[in-house]
């Protein structure tokens, strides 16, 4: 015999429903319970992230430059080196440096594994953009170093770099927000991440909890950095 | 007495096409010389080959003060003796014209900051922008601009000064105040090469005018003998077009 839903079994039914989620999803001692562990994730998190996005930076950097004037040789090597780790997943490479690297006596470990396999890959992006960054300077701004006897090393440091650092500040926030949200795959070579320690809180108070407060940490950390970059990105759509 | 500049048998190609057909020229030191032509004709191309913003043919040779323009370390001694300034100014935008003044001095003649920078007061003084050494090039005019450039490569203390093409850029009432900075500059001992469609500041500045045409140089001498009396067709109607209208 069909149920005869009156207003009120529905609200009845709607509030209890309410009253579950919130206990399974927003347990509030639970979340308690568990913050000192997210809170020790989240340090992980943000180490392994700045870490890599520095190592990324620097790398990147280097990269360009040698795609655009070291030797041919070199060039092609570098551009081979981009590709390829912008071609492969993060976290086929992540698992790759863990677990194969040791077969051929290389043992790094978690944190180490988690930065080599970002690094490498931020790195190669960051590359990229450096590259259009120093391509989008007009080329009268390398003739004028010349003309002025300014050397290589001059001229990019004092002439081009530092508009084209200018142009790729949006792009680059973007990427560094890549690399802090990518750092949760260090999870799978048991660092003990903000997910990690998320979902090892989960499975020993069995209740979701734990996660749901991972999510919103990772939120709070990157929201005001997309909000920057879109910031970034209108001022420097302006002009200077 | 040996020339300044030595220019011989220049040739350069882009590829197939061949924009200089292995010009001969000697200018002497402090000697102003206006190069003129038709667009096209190679005289930007020339002038840029010599402090090698151009590469040019292997058996071509040119000096600077007895120095070959080759490849190397050489080429940054050239550099820093033969100024240069550009049709599209190619002022630093990310430097205040104050340092955009200082920063050769610094880098390539490691001058104390404190010399650099009274040093480049001077300069734009010199060239009448004294005012607004503390603002960036974008805030400038273009006439203001170029005058920063010119101060800029005065700074390295050029025995040469290039110029390409300096007032072509310009809105018409500001190419007179780039011309009466240039025309104070001749006869101070620098050299002077202009690449330039300015034929009046060219009569009345330069102890010899150069014309060109297909990567040749067709005809040479004073100002009044290229004006009044060229000998060849080509210069004859080359003037005849950008003079009588």
């Not at chain 2, 240039?182 to 001992?189: D, E, S, V």
């Not at chain 2, 050299?191 to 005018?209: K, L, N, P, S, W």
Request: charged letters at 15%.
């Amino acid at each position: 015999m069909p149920t005869v839903n009156t207003p009120f079994t529905v609200g009845a039914y709607f509030f209890g429903g309410v009253m579950d989620l919130f206990s399974t999803f927003f347990n509030m001692p639970v979340l308690m319970n568990s913050l000192p562990q997210l809170l020790s994730g989240l340090l992980v998190t943000v180490q392994i992230g700045i870490t890599s996005i520095i190592c990324g930076l620097i790398g990147g950097l280097f990269l360009a430059i040698t795609r655009l004037y070291a030797p041919v040789i070199v060039q092609v090597l570098v551009r081979g080196y981009i590709d390829i780790f912008r071609s492969i997943p993060l976290l086929v490479l992540l698992i790759v440096v863990y677990y194969a690297l040791p077969f051929v006596g290389i043992r790094l470990s978690p944190f180490f594994s988690a930065v080599t396999a970002l690094t490498l890959v931020s790195a190669a992006y960051t590359a990229e953009i450096f590259r259009a960054g120093i391509e989008a300077i007009p080329y009268g701004q390398f003739e004028a170093s010349a003309a002025l006897g300014l050397s290589n090393r001059h001229t990019m440091v004092d002439v081009i770099l530092p508009q084209a650092i200018r142009i790729v500040i949006p792009p680059l926030t973007n990427n560094c927000i890549n690399v802090m949200k990518d750092t949760a795959l260090a999870s799978v070579v048991a660092m003990p991440d903000l997910l990690k320690q998320a979902t090892q809180a989960q499975a020993l108070s069995a209740n979701p909890t734990p996660l749901i407060g991972a999510a919103l940490i990772y939120l709070i950390l990157l929201w005001p950095m997309v909000y920057v970059v879109a910031r970034l990105e209108k001022r420097y759509s302006r002009g200077r | 007495m040996s020339a300044q500049i030595n220019i011989h048998n220049l040739k350069k190609s882009y590829g197939e096409f061949q924009v200089l057909h292995g010009i001969d020229l000697e200018i002497a030191q402090g000697e102003v010389v206006c190069v003129i032509g038709p667009s096209g004709s190679g005289k930007s191309t020339l002038i840029r080959c010599i402090n090698r913003l151009e590469s040019f043919d292997d058996d071509s040779e040119i000096a600077v003060d007895g120095i070959a323009v080759v490849p190397g370390r050489a080429l940054a001694a050239v550099r820093a003796e033969v100024g240069m300034v550009f049709q599209s100014f190619n002022l630093f935008p990310h430097m205040t014209v104050l340092r955009n003044v200082m920063l050769a001095p610094m880098r390539v003649r490691h001058s104390a900051t404190k010399d650099a920078e009274a040093r480049a007061r001077v300069l734009l003084e010199r060239v009448g922008i004294s005012e607004q050494a503390d603002k960036y090039p974008e805030n400038l005019s273009g006439g203001q601009q170029q005058r920063v450039a010119i101060a800029r490569a005065l700074a390295m203390e050029p025995k040469v000064l290039l110029f390409d093409e300096p007032t072509s850029a310009l809105d018409p009432e500001m190419v007179g105040e780039v011309l009466d900075v240039m025309k104070k500059l001749a006869g101070t001992g620098v050299t002077m090469v202009i690449v330039t469609h300015e034929m009046g500041f060219a009569r009345q500045v330069a102890d010899r005018v150069i014309f060109m045409d297909g990567g040749n140089v067709i005809e040479a001498g004073p100002p009044a003998e290229i004006f009044d009396n060229p000998k060849e067709e080509r210069t004859r109607s080359f003037l005849h077009a950008v003079l009588d209208h």
